[in-house]
């Protein structure tokens, strides 16, 4: 029996090792989350936000974490020159509504996440807008509208 208390006690301590270091990878995150500020023009933590992208600049960066998140692009204008979102999200979900004609691009990094684009991709060459993402535990949705 004496053997079973030990295991037990060498279980726990591996345990609480492993919820220490968690804990620590979630400070950090948060850390990182909180100087979002300086680093990204919008920021969505902690709940659900909508933008209206068509009055933002035509590059913007978007810091989000903890959040669901929707960017609306179908009052925007085409143009020329690429729309670019700079995103970073982690533990969050990211929606991109865009007009039906327009084609997006998405490049970046991806842990643990995925990205769904319904748009045309194979009809179009120029984007009209520019994902550049860097992802972890997080979702990416770009819906035609």
């Known amino acids: 029996m004496s053997d079973m208390k030990k295991l037990g006690k060498v279980v726990s301590y591996i ?3 492993l919820g220490v ?3 620590v990878f979630l400070l950090t995150r948060i850390k990182k989350a909180i100087g979002l500020a300086s680093s990204y023009e919008l920021i ?3 709940g659900e936000k909508s933008v209206d992208m068509s009055k933002q600049p035509e590059i913007i960066s978007l810091g989000a974490m903890f959040s ?3 960017l609306d692009y179908t009052q925007a204008k085409t143009r020329r020159e690429p729309y670019v979102l700079e995103l ?3 533990y969050a979900g990211v929606k991109v509504l865009v007009p039906e004609e327009w084609y997006v691009e998405t490049n970046g990094k991806l842990k643990l996440s995925g990205i769904e684009n319904m748009t045309m991709t194979y009809e179009k060459r120029v ?3 520019i994902i550049d993402h860097d992802l972890v535990f997080a979702g990416l949705e770009i819906k035609v509208i």
């Open 21 to 23: 270091a968690n804990m």
């Open 68 to 70: 669901d998140t929707t």
């Open 127 to 129: 984007p009209d807008l």
């Open 88 to 90: 970073m999200a982690s």
């Open 44 to 46: 969505s933590t902690f």
């Open 15 to 17: 345990l609480l090792v």
